[in-house]
């Protein structure tokens, strides 16, 4: 069965950093697109970074130069490294692992960024 298992999410202050962590099915890891998509309350999903199983990587618009995703195969593992967040970057944040047709999620982490 293949699971993507969040962490790192939480309150952090405006400006502030986070790391988000997604350990993946070693069984999909390797040759999945891997990604981070948000969604807050009345608004759809919507993609904020990807990178390809050969590191080719991807980000939202309002994102760029603030984050970074990265993965490692030994750990099967997908980061989002997340600077300067903004109050509006909270949002539930969700992993992603994309092949084709074939996509599985993660069961999302909280992230807050408030005074």
């Known amino acids: 069965q293949v699971q993507l298992v969040e962490s790192g999410g939480g309150l952090v202050q405006p400006g502030g950093s986070l790391r988000l962590s997604c350990a993946a099915s070693r069984s999909i890891f390797s040759t999945y697109a891997m990604g981070w998509y948000r969604q807050v309350p009345g608004k759809p999903r919507e993609l904020v970074a990807q990178i390809t199983s050969g590191g080719i990587t991807n980000y939202a618009t309002s994102v760029k130069g603030r984050f970074t995703i990265s993965r490692d195969y030994a750990k099967s593992t997908v980061y989002l490294q997340m600077n300067s967040l903004r109050p509006e970057d909270t949002a539930v944040y969700y992993c992603?692992?994309?092949?084709?047709?074939?996509?599985?999620w993660g069961q999302g982490t909280q992230v807050t960024v408030s005074l």
């Open positions: 992603n692992a994309q092949k084709t047709i074939s996509q599985y």
